[in-house]
């Protein structure tokens, strides 16, 4: 991949999407494709067709999807399941025609079994049931990455290259109450407090479950050294992760710090915990010459700067 390819980052705005467009633009890339959802609505097949006909773009990132927390997952599974479908195979398909050079999709960690042997392998996909709050998402993304997996096979390439992050956090993270993932939320919550004077925060269930995170500008980092790096037919999909986790008690307790909040952290053991573990086996893409720069606690900091800033 060169710096002149004109490529094309689906979900731009995004959490992920943003850190891809800072990740090549900072790489002096500046031939990219970064059209509004209404000028491309991805859902629309006709619409996606058209797109790649007219630009014909070099390379594919799909980052683009709908995304939320346990919360909007559980209330919401057809809409999730719908979406990411319909997002998926328009933008495949419409990718797989116009024959371009490379795409990485993104998959997710809900993806593996709700009960799996830690640290996660790519190799126990498929083996178990994901947990049940977010299963409609994790079948759409299982499908999408089989759906790169069959076209690589069928047409004796690499071009598509599915990857697995754990749960991505920075920059243009949702903050939203009832659609964000925990530490967005967390972090929103604990702020909140502060300012308000406010001397507790009550979080969601047991704070025992362990979670991996890993900072949106390492995960855009690592789907680019992917695309510059062809990858054997046997490395597929490949996870993405920094290697430890942590409980979302000590979580809440790192963000509280970070914050500057020094009331009470209450448990609320009526909601849902979510899978009990999280943790992803990085060794394929640790083979191949990637490793994670931002240390979880320096993209926390990062990340409370830019939402003092801008949310």
């Known amino acids: 991949m060169n710096t002149g390819d004109l490529i094309y980052v689906a979900g731009h705005t995004g959490l992920i999407g943003s850190a891809l467009v800072r ?11 970064l059209p509004k959802r209404a ?55 419409a990718a797989a025609k116009n024959d371009v050079r490379g795409l990485v999709m993104f998959g997710s960690s809900c993806m593996y079994p709700r009960e799996c042997e830690q640290p996660m392998s790519e190799d126990t996909l498929l083996s178990g049931k994901p947990e049940p709050t977010s299963i409609a998402y994790a079948m759409a993304k299982l499908t999408g990455v089989h759906m790169c997996l069959a076209y690589n096979r069928q047409n004796s390439t690499q071009k598509f290259i599915p990857i697995i992050p754990n749960s991505a956090f920075g920059p243009n993270d949702n ?60 490395v597929l999909p490949i996870n993405v992760g ?23 952290i209450k448990l609320d053991r009526t909601k849902p915990d979510g899978a009990p573990r999280k943790l992803l086996d990085s060794s394929r893409i640790n083979a191949m010459g990637w490793k994670p720069k931002t240390s979880f606690l320096e993209g926390l900091n990062k990340t409370y700067e830019w939402y003092k ?3």
Do not use: C
């Open 242 to 264: 920094i290697g430890s986790d942590l409980s979302i008690k000590d979580l809440a307790v790192q963000i509280a710090e970070v914050v500057g909040f020094d009331g009470v």
């Open 175 to 234: 903050f939203d109450e009832q659609s964000g993932h925990v530490l967005s939320v967390l972090l929103r919550r604990f702020h909140e407090a502060k300012e308000k004077g406010e001397s507790e925060v009550t979080i969601w269930g047991s704070g025992t479950p362990r979670r991996e995170f890993v900072y949106s500008d390492d995960i855009a980092d690592a789907a680019i050294h992917l695309m510059s790096h062809v990858a054997p037919a046997t």
């Open 39 to 93: 000028d491309l609505e991805l859902t629309d097949n006709a619409e996606v067709a058209n797109f790649f006909e007219e630009q014909k773009p070099s390379y594919v990132l799909l980052a683009a999807g709908k995304v939320g927390g346990i919360l909007e997952n559980r209330d919401f599974p057809m809409d999730f399941m719908t979406t990411n479908l319909n997002i998926q195979l328009n933008v495949l398909s």
């Open 309 to 311: 800033s801008n949310v």
């Open 23 to 33: 990740r090549l633009e900072g790489s002096g890339f500046t031939n990219l494709l």
